[in-house]
């Protein structure tokens, strides 16, 4: 794993993921997958590279996560509940931790920008905000990005929703089969 520009830093937090954990996984299987995923989240969060996030729907709850390696957003779709427990609105900016994979065809949900370093064809956002320990040092990592970095997440993530409006991830996919 090549170190990220950005690590992320974050600690991994076990309250936080129990709070939720029954409500994205209800069969035993499901929980017992999802806890085996739990040191690869850990490792997503320690050493991924924080890239911008940013809410673009509070009903339903939708995050656009940017990758600059890819200069692409993914959309990913949460519980609603979120939106109260953090306080978010259209607009929040937030962070997330990214992974990268490398592969033959960039994924499907995915639409690189001009940007594109063709290093990758696919990242896993993990939004720092709702596994990490430490929220104000994590609200704090937006400053990380200029407001030239902001516009261009703001940029894909408007052209997205326009061209692929019903495209989403589970914002906690990488916890399912």
Sequence with gaps: MSKADNQANVKFSYKKYYSFRNR????????FYSDMQIENVMRA???????PAVVV????LVIAAYSDEMDAVVMLR????????YELTPGTRLTASCVYFSGEQVAAD?????RYLRRWV???????LFLGKGDEKI??????????????????ADAY?????????DGFYYFKK
């Design 24 to 31: 994205i996984n209800t069969k035993f299987s499901g929980r």
């Design 45 to 51: 969060l320690l050493y991924g590279d924080t890239q």
């Design 57 to 60: 729907s509070t009903e339903p």
């Design 78 to 85: 949460f519980p609603s509940e979120f939106v109260a427990k």
């Design 110 to 114: 995915i639409f690189v920008g001009e």
């Design 122 to 128: 696919d990242f896993m956002p993990i939004v720092q």
């Design 139 to 156: 609200r704090a990592k937006t400053a990380l990005f200029g407001e030239d970095v902001w516009s261009r997440v703001a940029e894909m």
């Design 161 to 169: 929703l326009y061209e692929h409006p019903a495209l989403f991830r």
